[in-house]
């Protein structure tokens, strides 16, 4: 079993900087590739970024140039650098690991932009 563990999330106020840390642990394992993904209260959950074991990364149009992803293959763990935070960046954020060929998914960190 691989475990998935968000940390991070806060209130902000707009023009904001946060950092996202995912943090995968269990034994026998290998990552291929990690992503962010966040859902809005009321819509459905959508792709932020992502990037492989080999540091390819991608981001989606509306964050690209203000989030970006990162990884420290050592410590099995991923980060979202967000800056320049705009109130619709509000939801709940995800971290997706995929392992042994499937997808594993951390509980969610909360993160709010608000004045």
């Known amino acids: 079993q691989v475990q998935v563990v968000e940390s991070g999330g806060d209130l902000v106020q707009p023009g904001g900087s946060l950092r996202l840390s995912c943090a995968a642990s269990?034994?026998?394992?290998?990552?291929?590739?990690m992503g962010w993904y966040r859902q809005a209260p009321g819509k459905q959950r959508e792709f932020v970024a992502d990037i492989s074991s080999g540091g390819d990364t991608y981001h989606a149009d509306s964050v690209k140039g203000r989030f970006t992803i990162y990884r420290d293959n050592a410590k099995n763990t991923m980060y979202l650098q967000m800056t320049s935070r705009k109130p619709e960046d509000t939801a709940v954020y995800y971290c997706?690991?995929?392992?042994?060929?499937?997808?594993?998914w951390g509980q969610g960190t909360q993160v709010t932009v608000s004045s």
């Open positions: 269990g034994s026998g394992f290998t990552i291929t590739a």
């Open positions: 997706k690991v995929v392992a042994r060929g499937r997808p594993y």
